[in-house]
């Protein structure tokens, strides 16, 4: 299998509760290698960019208020196959439908406010990855 990269953001919720060591734990201990990482606050102008597909749903001024609602994540992840393995271990997005043991079911309340993003290519994991960081961000080299 590839080696992929891609986008994490513990979003405000996670960081609110105070969770951004115990996500991260759990995110390392499932194999991911931490390849950047950065606290910042989204104005509602980069929120909006970074969820430009979802402009035309319903949900679309709520996503961008609680995404710039208080400082979140990003954080850009490796590992073989890390896109797919990624959105398995948050779980699905309504942390109502999902998996026990999943990021999402353990620590999410709602659709909204589901603790975590995860890029859902390879393609997109690109651009977000571009979206938050520069390249020269991408410092990390486990070589091993
Ligand atoms: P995320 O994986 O970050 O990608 C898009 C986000 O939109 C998603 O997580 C949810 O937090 C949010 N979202 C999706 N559906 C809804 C909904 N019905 N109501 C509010 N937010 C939603």
């Given amino acids: 299998m590839a080696v992929e990269r891609t986008l994490a953001i513990l979003k405000p919720d996670c960081v609110k509760k105070n969770l951004i060591g115990k996500v991260t734990a ?4 499932a194999g991911f290698k931490v390849v950047a990482m950065r606290m910042t606050r ?18 679309f001024g709520e996503l961008v208020e609680f995404m710039s609602s208080g400082p ?3 954080i850009v992840l490796e590992k073989e196959n890390a896109v797919a393995d990624f959105r398995k271990l948050i779980g699905a997005t309504n942390p109502a439908n999902a998996d026990a043991g999943t990021v999402r079911k353990l620590y999410a309340d709602s659709v909204g406010e589901n603790i975590v993003h995860g890029s859902d290519s390879v393609e997109n994991a690109k651009i977000e990855i571009n979206y938050h960081f520069a390249s020269s961000d991408l410092v990390a080299n486990y070589g091993f």
Avoid at 42 to 59: I, N, Q, S
């Fill in 26 to 29: 759990q995110i390392q201990e």
């Fill in 42 to 59: 989204l104005t509602k102008e980069t929120a909006g960019g970074f969820y430009e597909v979802h402009k035309e749903r319903p949900f």
């Fill in 72 to 74: 979140c994540v990003p």
